[in-house]
């Protein structure tokens, strides 16, 4: 499960986690992907759960496995991994399939000429402890705004609204996210030797 979260004093938490390649079989009505000829174009689909949660406490959870293109998990660790390292000071998600929607961002973008914004100010004072350092915010400090599509959760259409959490996380918690969600791609091993359903 790969957790973005920033530590125990601020236990905001976003789970996503990779269950398995999504597979039709010919029965279902679907093109079975088994007989597309190697070298073809088709796209790859994983399912995944989420969970939003705020120290023991689970705000929401996943009602039902959804899926994923493969190509937009790989842009989304891509795109941390360039917000990790500063080459960009924020991002947003949004995956084909927007059954949740993530931004993350540095809260002196949303400042007036380069001024931290009083997200910036107090999230500063959270990270640090410190009062007196209120007025900038570390470099490497995120604000995260993450939210979960209840319709689609329930029903089957997508409609833009549901549960959310916002929350501050630093590089180093983005990069850890990022890793983590690596690996678990990595762990669903090759499509092409997954079983096919029947």
Known sequence: ???????????????????????????????????????????????????????????????????????????????????????????????????????????AESGAAGTASSTAKISAEISTGDRRQSTTHPPNLFSVDVWIDYPNQVDTYYGGYGPGLYFFVEALDIEQFASQLEAELDMLGSYLTFPIEN
């Open 1 to 107: 499960m790969a957790t973005l979260t920033h530590n125990e004093q601020y236990p905001c938490a976003f789970d996503l986690r990779l269950l398995v390649w999504e597979q039709y079989s010919s029965e279902r009505g679907y093109s079975d992907t088994e007989t597309v000829p190697l070298g073809e174009p088709y796209t790859l689909w994983i399912k995944y759960r989420m969970t939003l949660g705020v120290g023991d406490c689970i705000a929401y959870q996943s009602e039902k496995d959804t899926a994923l293109v493969l190509e937009d998990i790989r842009k989304l660790i891509e795109e941390l991994r360039q917000l990790a390292s500063g080459e960009k000071s924020e991002m947003t998600f949004d995956p084909i399939e927007p059954d949740f929607g993530l931004t993350i961002r540095s809260p």
